[in-house]
């Protein structure tokens, strides 16, 4: 029986194979943030006395510097990150680090903009080659189960890095002497980041024969191809590559949104800012809560509706500030309509944390390992162009459409419903958890125990008793592997559970003397899964159970096992009986729902293996388990 940790994903911020890890990451992206913005605000001030160019060209200038070596370097960092043992390259990127941050403190000390701008782009090479070993080592050192968890503090750590970086940075740059307390401090960031580097437990290498190929379009192209290889993974990559087009679509027109519309100082900013980022992080710590410890994909389309529900809100929320002196932040927070919006972008936050982290999740838990760290490669190859296409869409409409800011919000908000609906047309498989999701968390109360008990690879047949229409939606919506159910056709075939049933990929089954050529090509599919190393889910009963009491387990169980001998996990359901789904008072579903939230018990046994096994002990088995509760 699987005990989970009671403090969930904060139970890895205690551990060495964890914790190391995060705060190396979270230290350099508060770092980047702070050197980033206190950067561009001495841009602002400076340079309009010591260089030619603009202040405008040169913010955007250092934005593109940033984030133009993901272009160039992302496809050797994944590379290496394959290639060589993860940690150690962990420590040379945050050597790399103290290297640039020492370089940089003697252009502060000169005052050179043109020094701090190269070293803007050392800095983004920096992080383009901590990124893949970022997201790949995360697999190698965390269970199944607790990589969403991880993800999610990953998610959190990043965006309360960026907010308290953008801040400390605009702070420091108003103090006395502020080049060498930026200085001092960046070069101290670094080095913490560095010494927490030395705790991380070694990563080893997934693909040693690996060659480094040094032409950065090539291999960016190669990379972007074995990124392909898995669809799904792919256009979740796309996903998250969407999510960024959003937060920087978001983050950028904050400035001019907040002085403009909302009539607000600085300080309103740092505030819009702040919220949004607090919902981020909110909403990927909810995430380990709301998927049961599991990638569960089923939360993407929740992030995708709630984002656009808040987007669209955002448009209308504010009231138009009519005065001629900004507001300070406690004179804005007044202001009729302010809450609204500082809500909606909460909320957008929460629900693109619902949005990202399983999309990380997936990507990280279905590429092959040695092909991992090219994949989040390519992924933020793929990000950054997503980013700088945001910046491109926004010069379009605000500059040469001339819209306003909030019908521009708008705009985003229809495009995130086009990219959603076209991402979840492709991958059915979103739709499908989302609606075997929404099942399970608003008409049910789902216990499980010893779901630990399902292997975490490998062949398996799980079986247990029948009690309604939705116990395989049940069971398929609480264990981390996918399970092909063999389901009864006229089961198969209902609306809605069809497409359920389809994408999840059951094998449907008549009986024997009803098409036993649809029956025995039945049992050919069971065996070619197991062959794959597949888990194939059964109900011997070969029906629903009309009273509430387990029936007579057939000897299907045993012919699958005479042609694939694999071992079998027993399960069993209580709580579904008297439910809308279930023969209880007459036909299922022939009577309004009478029940919500109601408890249902899902319990697993030990794995039992295949020469050990009969229909009759299974049955009693199952019985046993189940206990009282029907």
Known sequence: MSHPDPEGQFS???????????????????????????????????????????SDVLVNLAAGLFILPFFIFSATAGNLADKYEKSQLIRWVKLLEIGIML????????????????????????????????????????????????????????????????????????????????????????????????????????AQDQTINWNPISETWNILKVAQKERSVFLSIMGISWFWFLGSAYLAQFPNYAKHYLGGQESVVTLLLAMFSIGIGFGSLLCEKLSGRKVELGLVPLGAIGISIFAFDLVFAYEPYAGSELLTLSQYLQQPGALRVLWDLVLIGVFGGFFIVPLYAMVQSRTEE????????????????????????????????????????????????????YIFTVVPEFVMRFLIWVLTHTM???????????????????????VSFVDALIIGGACRRPIRFVTYEPIYRMPVLNFIFRTGKAIPIAGRKENPEAFEEAFNKIAQELEGGE??????????????????????????????????????????????????????????????WSKVELKAGTAIAAVEVTATKLQEKVTRMRGSLR
């Open 444 to 466: 049910y109360r789902v216990k499980h125990e010893g779901l630990d008990n399902i292997p975490d690879e490998g062949p398996c047949v799980v079986v247990c008793n029948h």
């Open 12 to 54: 890895l911020l205690k551990k060495t194979r964890f914790a190391p890890f995060f705060w190396t990451q979270f230290l350099g992206a508060f770092n980047d943030n702070v050197y980033k913005n206190a950067l561009v605000l001495i841009i602002a001030f400076q340079a309009a006395r010591t260089l030619s160019a603009s």
């Open 103 to 206: 370089l940089a403190s003697v252009a502060f000390y000169f005052d050179s903009i043109e020094g701090l701008m190269l070293l803007l782009f050392l800095m983004g090479t920096q992080s383009t080659f901590f990124g893949p070993v970022k997201y790949s080592i995360m697999p190698q050192h965390l269970k199944s189960e607790e990589l969403v968890g991880g993800n999610a503090l990953v998610e959190m750590g990043t965006f309360v890095a960026i907010l308290l970086g953008t801040i400390a940075g605009g702070l420091l740059v108003q103090l006395e002497n502020a080049n060498t307390w930026v200085s001092i401090v960046v070069v101290g960031i670094s080095v913490c980041g560095w010494l927490v580097s030395l705790k991380i437990p070694d990563a080893p290498s997934v």
């Open 535 to 596: 888990v194939v889910g059964i109900f011997p009963e070969g029906k629903l159970t009309s009273d509430g009491e387990i029936n007579e387990f057939k000897g299907g169980i045993e012919k699958i096992l005479e042609r694939t001998p694999v071992p079998v996990v027993p399960l069993s359901l209580g709580g579904l009986w008297g439910s809308f789904f279930s023969h209880s008072d007459g036909k299922a579903m022939s009577k309004l729902p009478q029940r919500f």
């Open 370 to 421: 040695k092909y991992r760290a090219r994949v989040i490669a390519a992924n933020n190859v793929l990000n950054a162009l997503f980013m700088v296409a945001s910046a491109l869409v926004a010069i379009l409409l605000l500059g040469v459409f001339d819209l306003s800011i909030p019908q521009f919000f708008f705009a985003v908000a229809v495009l995130n419903v086009v990219v959603s609906v």
